[in-house]
């Protein structure tokens, strides 16, 4: 059985339980922006597994949104809280409408891809922001979890829900690795290198884009769950054009090198955005461009290239020290 | 694999000394950290989130000087000295920022939030920190009366936006009593909605028959509003109503003026004071103007108030507006608490503020509503006039609406006391 597994993925099993020990040991607001990390990076866990594909979706935010609002609206009027049925709930939703999108969006590849992803998540902007019922754009706030019928309170709750969060986030980046090192998952960097070979050879790329699509729309519905049920609140600012390029920011910013820089990349921008908010609560966006612009210009594969190319001098190093 | 986990173990542990070090520093005695929470980027920063900050800032300095008239010419809160941090509303992890601003910061009180949607998320996790949270200038009514029904550590120190819009609709038929119809122009989203309901449901209950003619509802930040003034023009409504804000609200003014629109119907504008210094004689005479409160022009005399809008003027060389009226309100209101319990222990100062009548510069706050902790006020609107002597837009034929008259009773809720026909309602 662990013959199977590659390195990232015996890291991701040993980091469940570090993750869940850190949430008893640091202080509980690090362990706030830990868990709606988590959730938010499984959507850009969506985004790098299509730009995997060359795809860039500026519109991941629709399935981070359908995700939270399918909870929140089983919440509001089915009375529903358990963490099983939203999550199922949520997944549901964002598989359903991204398998009926994703007809038309596997015909288009590049900027046309991204215009007609964003169009589609601001249609759901342009809607909830009418719809009253829904709090039109003050959103409404979802119940606390419970989980089989046991309702946890006070602190019991929030560690609860933490554990909750982390769980499925480690499910999914483990098949969303396996997914990746699966022939599935190589058709799509091959679209990206030359699609016609691609069908020359025999698979459907509409067929593999399609597929990445879907799977893409329900890491991004989970989150949209557990990120929903961390802040206790949905607006349809999750489905606006600047959270789904929040998504985008972070995929470029982490790369696209390994499954689990997206996470990553996604808590250490939120921790670096709350000291440049502490550090000049005026301008603190410039840092975060800054920032950018800097990681494009000396590293355009991402923050995850310094560990490959360590990595890479390492070995360099023993090959010539076995040599010698 | 050993060093994979070296390597994470290791680089945790980096980033946990390095957050958790800057957080040991306590704060001294004689002082008392307070969190400000405003737009600082964004849409909503120029209008409302900036003068707050601004007004903050005055008020801080003056406060921990000892500055400001009585009754608060004494020096800090209960003699502790304000500590500010400021932080941006601006974010997309407002719970996570509040927690860190609470946890890690170390705030004794937060004084924030402009946007609804904030406060709606905020409202609940205020409760859960057991922090002292005091809302300044989000209008909905829902806080209290949906999401946290028994407050106890959170407050809000202006009068929810149901007030702006009875006592809009009870002016605008002192003025035009013989109105029959009645349109709004309101922009499609949470303010918008809300506004224009509260308003047209005042207006049916206060004038049997009158008619909606059009609702128009253009998307927030459209700028450009030539076919829904097209609409209201063929419409011909006696009222036109709008609680839009900031440029877009001076977009409508000077594209609706050019139309004829303010000749043709009477506009009442829920939070036209905002624009009363920019535009002067772009604004339409005869236009009503509410500023949600008796804030700005529409401030009482008093001394509080004239202290208040020559040290803002000095200082950043406009007069404040309401934004800035509701920050006093918050700041004035914890430093009365906090001087009235002689502490700055938060349960203390919590007790203190728990139904506390105060006096600010735009009039009397009395804590009133759910249970002592959301507040009401009385209102004013007037009509604008422009003065080319002066070259300064004035506010003509005031009217003040008592606190007890446009709020409605403690434990009945916003809408149900429009339906109910303002029952308990005391306008003398």
């Known amino acids: 059985m662990t013959k199977n597994l590659d390195r990232t993925e015996k890291g991701l099993i040993i980091s469940l339980p570090v993750l869940i020990a850190l949430g008893f040991i640091l202080p509980e607001w690090i362990v706030n922006y830990i868990q709606v990390s988590l959730g938010t990076g499984l959507v850009a866990l969506g985004v790098m597994l299509q730009m995997r594909a060359g795809l860039v979706s500026f519109g991941q935010g629709l399935y981070f949104c359908i995700g939270g609002y399918a909870a929140g609206m089983a919440g509001k009027f089915l009375g529903v809280s358990d963490i099983f049925v939203l999550v199922a709930l949520g997944l549901f939703a964002s598989v359903t409408v991204a398998f009926f999108a994703g007809f038309l969006l596997r015909r288009y590849r590049e900027i046309f891809f991204a215009m007609l992803s964003l169009a589609l998540s601001m249609i759901l902007f342009g809607l909830l922001s009418k719809l009253e019922v829904l709090g039109s754009t003050d959103g409404f706030?979802?119940?606390?979890?419970?989980?089989?019928?046991?309702?946890?309170?006070?602190?019991?709750?929030?560690?609860?829900?933490?554990?909750?969060?982390?769980?499925?986030?480690?499910?999914?980046?483990?098949?969303?690795?396996?997914?990746?090192?699966?022939?599935?998952?190589?058709?799509?960097?091959?679209?990206?290198?030359?699609?016609?070979?691609?069908?020359?050879?025999?698979?459907?790329?509409?067929?593999?884009?399609?597929?990445?699509?879907?799977?893409?729309?329900?890491?991004?519905?989970?989150?949209?769950?557990?990120?929903?049920?961390?802040?206790?609140?949905?607006?349809?600012?999750?489905?606006?054009?600047?959270?789904?390029?929040?998504?985008?920011?972070?995929?470029?910013?982490s790369g696209t090198g390994n499954i689990v820089a997206p996470l990553f990349g996604t808590f250490i921008l939120e921790i670096v955005r709350v000291y440049a908010v502490e550090a000049s609560p005026n301008t603190w966006q410039m840092i975060l461009g800054t920032l950018m612009l800097l990681t494009i210009i000396f590293l355009p594969k991402g923050l995850w290239s310094l560990i490959q190319k360590k990595k890479a001098a390492i070995s360099t190093q023993k090959m010539a020290g076995s040599e010698s | 694999m050993k060093t994979f986990l070296k390597k994470t173990i290791l680089s945790t542990s980096i980033c946990l000394t390095a957050v958790t070090g800057s957080a040991l520093s306590y704060a001294a005695a004689d002082e008392v950290k307070v969190g400000f929470v405003t737009f600082l980027s964004g849409g909503a920063a120029g209008p409302f989130g900036i003068p707050a900050r601004n007004a903050a800032e005055l008020m801080i300095e003056s406060i921990n000087a000892g500055k400001v008239p009585a009754p608060y010419n004494s020096a800090g809160l209960a003699g502790a000295k304000i500590n500010p941090i400021f932080i941006d509303e601006n974010s997309k992890q407002k719970v996570a920022d509040y927690k860190k601003l609470v946890q890690k910061d170390g705030a004794d009180i937060v004084v924030g939030y402009i946007s609804s949607g904030s406060c709606k998320a905020i409202a609940p996790v205020a409760e859960e920190e057991k922090k002292l949270t005091v809302f300044f200038d989000c209008g909905t009514p829902q806080i209290f009366e949906d999401i946290n029904t028994k407050p106890e550590y959170l407050f809000r120190t202006a009068a929810h936006a149901t007030m702006d819009n009875v006592a809009?609709?009870?002016?605008?038929?002192?003025?035009?009593?013989?109105?029959?119809?009645?349109?709004?122009?309101?922009?499609?989203?949470?303010?918008?909605?809300?506004?224009?309901?509260?308003?047209?449901?005042?207006?049916?209950?206060?004038?049997?028959?009158?008619?909606?003619?059009?609702?128009?509802?253009?998307?927030?930040?459209?700028?450009?509003?030539?076919?829904?003034?097209?609409?209201?023009?063929?419409?011909?409504?006696?009222?036109?109503?709008?609680?839009?804000?900031?440029?877009?609200?001076?977009?409508?003014?000077?594209?609706?003026?050019?139309?004829?629109?303010?000749?043709?119907?009477?506009?009442?504008?829920?939070?036209?004071?905002?624009?009363?210094?920019?535009?002067?004689?772009?604004?339409?005479?005869?236009?009503?103007?509410?500023?949600?409160?008796?804030?700005?022009?529409?401030?009482?005399?008093?001394?509080?108030?004239?202290?208040?809008?020559?040290?803002?003027?000095?200082?950043?060389?406009?007069?404040?507006?309401?934004?800035?009226?509701?920050?006093?309100?918050?700041?004035?209101?914890?430093?009365?608490?906090?001087?009235?319990?002689?502490?700055?222990?938060?349960?203390?100062?919590?007790?203190?503020?728990?139904?506390?009548?105060?006096?600010?510069?735009?009039?009397?706050?009395?804590?009133?509503?759910?249970?002592?902790?959301?507040?009401?006020?009385?209102?004013?609107?007037?009509?604008?006039?422009?003065?080319?002597?002066?070259?300064?837009?004035?506010?003509?034929?005031?009217?003040?609406?008592?606190?007890?008259?446009?709020?409605?009773?403690?434990?009945?809720?916003?809408?149900?006391?429009?339906?109910s026909g303002f029952k308990g309602a005391n306008c003398q």
């Not at chain 1, 025999?202 to 929903?228: D, F, N, P, Q």
């Open chain 2, 168 to 419: 809009a609709a009870k002016y605008v038929l002192s003025i035009k009593k013989d109105a029959s119809s009645i349109a709004g122009i309101n922009q499609n989203y949470a303010w918008g909605q809300d506004s224009w309901r509260d308003f047209s449901a005042s207006m049916k209950k206060l004038k049997g028959g009158v008619k909606v003619s059009t609702e128009q509802f253009p998307k927030i930040y459209a700028g450009q509003y030539g076919s829904e003034i097209s609409a209201l023009l063929t419409k011909k409504p006696s009222i036109v109503h709008s609680s839009f804000w900031g440029g877009d609200m001076e977009a409508l003014l000077i594209q609706g003026s050019g139309r004829g629109l303010f000749s043709r119907s009477q506009v009442i504008l829920t939070t036209g004071e905002t624009a009363m210094q920019r535009l002067g004689p772009q604004m339409p005479n005869g236009t009503i103007i509410g500023a949600r409160g008796p804030n700005g022009p529409l401030a009482p005399d008093n001394e509080l108030n004239d202290w208040f809008r020559k040290a803002y003027f000095d200082r950043f060389g406009s007069y404040p507006t309401y934004p800035s009226y509701h920050m006093v309100q918050a700041i004035l209101g914890v430093k009365a608490a906090a001087d009235k319990a002689a502490s700055t222990e938060q349960n203390k100062i919590k007790s203190a503020l728990k139904g506390l009548d105060f006096t600010t510069p735009s009039g009397n706050v009395s804590m009133a509503l759910s249970g002592g902790h959301q507040a009401i006020t009385e209102t004013a609107y007037g009509t604008y006039k422009y003065n080319k002597d002066t070259g300064k837009g004035t506010l003509v034929n005031i009217k003040r609406y008592a606190a007890s008259c446009v709020n409605p009773p403690a434990n009945m809720k916003s809408l149900d006391w429009i339906e």
């Open chain 1, 141 to 253: 706030n979802l119940p606390s979890a419970t989980y089989l019928g046991w309702a946890p309170e006070g602190d019991t709750a929030k560690y609860a829900l933490y554990v909750a969060t982390c769980i499925p986030t480690i499910i999914c980046t483990i098949l969303l690795n396996r997914y990746l090192r699966g022939p599935m998952g190589y058709v799509g960097e091959a679209i990206r290198e030359n699609e016609l070979r691609v069908e020359y050879l025999g698979t459907s790329a509409h067929r593999a884009v399609h597929i990445k699509y879907i799977i893409a729309a329900a890491v991004s519905g989970i989150g949209g769950v557990l990120w929903a049920l961390a802040l206790g609140h949905v607006d349809p600012e999750m489905t606006n054009w600047t959270t789904s390029g929040q998504f985008v920011f972070v995929s470029i910013l």
